[in-house]
């Protein structure tokens, strides 16, 4: 029982990392580069450079949605299909579908290069996705990108609000379904983080499809505040995932504490390590990754 409830942490937990990563990419060098053009008002770094920073944002952005969906789909499979989860999101199947989610990400940042969407735009200082190049192409990412994986974790999310509500006031009692604390945390943490995505991403989204849909008469006429305030609020959101972590998740919260100690006073990182790697040897391995998971009840 407890080799098989790690099993399914570490399956919804993968997604999880996966997402953090997509989150951290843009960190790493298209933001540097962010930086540098608003400092030289200009951008100084050559089309190589441009190219490969909008590529590299690209990915982020779709991996981050198509990992949110990912996500999504795993907690409802787990949640409303807990008999088929082990079979569906065994670990070699789950990284599967990590792989999958992957490089469906990179199949759609592809099309960029040939469309030639990646340009520079000096109203935000970054080589970005050009909305006013193909009204087509912009619709196609707006829907694919967007809309649909919106709809799918829509979907998911609504479906387990209503097992939850099921399993608490006992509607299908004969199902024996049981929820932990933490199931229901998790749900809420993850739930959050989609809530937050969609409302940082649909107006600059929204831009998009409505430029898209009439270019000459749409595009001229929205504010450049508009603009630019859509967008470094969509980029706003991979900073946001790691505060909802810290304020809904025990386990975060309590590693967010060690980490602001340790920098304050290094000498208690050590004293932290020290004391985990002795708990570790004295206790059995656990059941659960995260210290959520302590008891089992009825929602």
Not at 88 to 110: D, E, H, K, P, Q
Not at 114 to 138: E, H, K, M, N, W
Request: hydrophobic share 50%; proline share 4%.
């Amino acid at each position: 029982m407890q080799v098989r409830q790690w099993k399914q942490t570490l399956s919804g937990n993968i997604f999880v990392v996966s997402l953090s990563v997509a989150d951290l990419v843009v960190a790493l060098y298209p933001y540097p580069l962010v930086l540098t053009a608003i400092y030289h008002e200009n951008w100084i770094m050559g089309d190589l450079h441009c190219q490969a920073s909008g590529f590299i944002m690209g990915i982020s952005v779709i991996g981050s949605i198509f990992n949110i969906t990912a996500i999504a789909i795993n907690r409802y499979c787990y949640i409303c299909h807990s008999l088929q989860y082990d079979r569906m999101f065994s670990l070699r199947n789950t990284c599967c579908y990590l792989g999958l989610t992957w490089a469906f990400t990179a199949i759609a940042t592809v099309p960029n290069f040939f469309v030639g969407s990646l340009q520079y735009d000096p109203r935000i200082y970054s080589c970005t996705f050009a909305q006013t190049v193909s009204s087509y192409y912009t619709i196609s990412v707006v829907v694919i990108h967007f809309l649909i994986p919106l709809l799918v974790v829509s979907y998911c999310y609504l479906r387990i609000w209503v097992r939850v509500i099921q399993v608490k006031h006992r509607v299908k009692p004969e199902q024996g379904a049981k929820l932990k604390p933490s199931d229901v945390r998790n749900f809420l943490t993850m739930f959050m983080v989609f809530v937050l995505f969609a409302v940082c991403w649909a107006p600059l989204n929204f831009i998009g499809l409505a430029v898209a849909i009439n270019p000459v008469k749409v595009a001229p006429n929205i504010p450049q505040w508009v603009f630019v305030t859509s967008y470094f609020m969509a980029y706003f959101n991979s900073c946001l995932n790691a505060i909802i972590y810290g304020l809904l998740n025990q386990n975060f919260q309590k590693e967010y504490k060690t980490i602001l100690l340790s920098l304050c006073v290094p000498r208690l990182l050590l004293v932290e390590t020290s004391r985990y790697a002795t708990e570790g040897l004295k206790s059995k391995p656990s059941a659960a990754v995260t210290n959520n998971n302590v008891a089992e009840i009825n929602v």
